[in-house]
């Protein structure tokens, strides 16, 4: 079976997040109709220049 699904550039992750939090993430998908995905990579590079900065 093939793990990857298909995915050349991007690898799955598993994790827990509040639910207010994936609550709204879902809203500001559907609003902006940006996947997810693309949302969460834009919130965890600005996290890892955050800290990348100190």
């Known amino acids: ?6 995915l050349k550039t991007r690898k799955p ?7 207010e939090l994936a609550e709204q993430l879902k809203e500001l998908s559907e609003r902006t109709r940006i996947p997810m995905s693309k949302l969460l990579d834009e919130a965890l590079e600005d996290l890892i220049k955050k800290y990348k900065q100190e």
């Not at 079976?1 to 298909?6: I, L, V």
């Not at 992750?13 to 639910?19: D, E």
């Open 1 to 6: 079976m093939d793990k990857s699904r298909g």
């Open 13 to 19: 992750l598993s994790n827990a997040v509040k639910i």
